[in-house]
């Protein structure tokens, strides 16, 4: 695939053997990804995900994965800081956008408020706020919660099934990834007729990220939490949170948490599947929703 604006940048489906270059671009850009957060993509869905090159080389990303046949997220846009102002950003989009749309499914991505005005122009509606906190060294009580256990794959099925209706569709491949790759911060609480809530978290490259997280109510939340942070006693946390949330934000804030920055989220097409956002306590990111 040329890009009409500049002959000489080619995009194509991204290959293992891009990673280092995908970390290279991202570390220019200073996002907390981590290498098996490249691979995690390429898993989700190949076909996917794109590179831009120049004469072989790698100068763009984009990713995208898809929920159910309800809808997508495109994230992972970066382009080589040398090679921009030249329109690859916009191809890398461009056919993170169509791939979601030639399947019939709504578009949905969390915008900065700069890369808003350009979202704007491609038909992109505003859903509602996110914004990202940070937090440095949290205090918890040591005290341990028999109620707040450690997640197993036995448990994907009963948490799955909580989440789907919270988030707006499945996303077990997602919740899969997590329990592999950091199986010791996934834990969740039973409720009656299956899970009360549950919280997983993600090592990154400038932070550990808390989330995706979901509860019926606060307390539950903020067990959940405590439970978490008393296996790992990380020197910064990030949390993306919902801002249809009300109880979130005054939570994290009493124990520490500032914002960092704001994002939106964006849809494209039939906004079918909103989800119960108020039950959200943290995204997994603005990469995957």
Known sequence: MNNPLNPS???RNMREAD??????????????QTLSDW???LSYDARGCFVATQGGRVVGTACTISYEDRFGWVAMVIVDRECRRMGIGARLLKAGIEHLEDRGLAVK???T????MLYDTLGFQDEYGVARLEGGEISVSDEYDEQCGFLSQ???EKIDAYDAPIFGASRRPVLESYLHYYPESCFWVRGKDGAAGYIMAREGTNAFHVGPWAADDP???KRLLAALLQTRRPQRVFVDILEPNPYVRPMLENMGFHQQRPFIRMYKGKNDYPGKPELIYALSGPELG
Do not use: M, V, Y
């Not at 990673?19 to 907390?32: A, I, K, S, V």
């Not at 408020?113 to 808003?116: F, L, R, S, V």
């Open 9 to 11: 940048i080619e995009l």
């Open 19 to 32: 990673f280092p270059d995908c970390q290279r671009l991202r570390e220019q850009t200073g996002w907390n």
């Open 39 to 41: 691979r995690r993509f």
């Open 109 to 111: 991505l969390d915008a």
């Open 113 to 116: 408020p700069e890369g808003k």
């Open 154 to 156: 036995e448990d994907l």
């Open 219 to 221: 307390e539950t939340a």
